[in-house]
């Protein structure tokens, strides 16, 4: 029996501080709550879940190098201005879909625009924790019809 497929999920900057950090914005789950949530989800569904927390644009983009059969990110304050992880995106050719808490539209002018949003399938964003739970079911969907990146 083979080993069951990986998705990764990539938590960017600030996000370890979930539950404690702006609560009005971002509400009051943990970063272990969403996690122990998208394991579960993946186990549910017959694949495996790895998820990591970094603050750096370069730890990110090494993670996205590693990652498995597909991607559920939140770049977090890089979503607005990280080309890099663009890029990162771009060149890892199986499904990606790039997550947010809150709705960025609402949000300051600054973080209406997604740098990184461009270089996945989709995005999905404003749902509180059900913005990743959506997320992880997309990628997971695409990557048992075996969907290829456009």
């Given amino acids: 029996m083979s080993a069951p ?9 600030n996000l370890n501080l979930l539950g404690t950090r702006e609560p009005d914005v971002y509400g009051h789950a943990t970063l272990a709550d969403v996690d122990a949530k998208l394991q579960a989800l993946g186990q549910e569904r017959g694949f495996a879940v790895a998820c990591h927390q970094r603050n750096g644009e370069g730890a990110i983009i090494d993670l996205i190098h590693a990652a498995g ?11 607005h201005t990280s080309v890099a992880i663009a890029d990162a995106l771009r060149a890892f050719g199986r499904p990606a879909v790039e997550v947010h808490l809150s709705n960025i539209y609402a949000r300051e002018a600054i ?27 997309a990628v997971l969907e695409m990557i048992g019809s075996g969907a290829e990146r456009s």
């Fill in 5 to 13: 497929a990986v998705v990764t999920v990539i938590h960017g900057p």
């Fill in 69 to 79: 059969a597909g991607i559920v990110i939140n770049p977090g304050g890089y979503t």
């Fill in 111 to 137: 973080r209406h625009v997604s740098v990184t949003g461009a270089a996945c399938q989709g995005v999905i964003m404003g749902l509180g924790v059900n913005s990743y739970v959506l997320g992880l079911e």
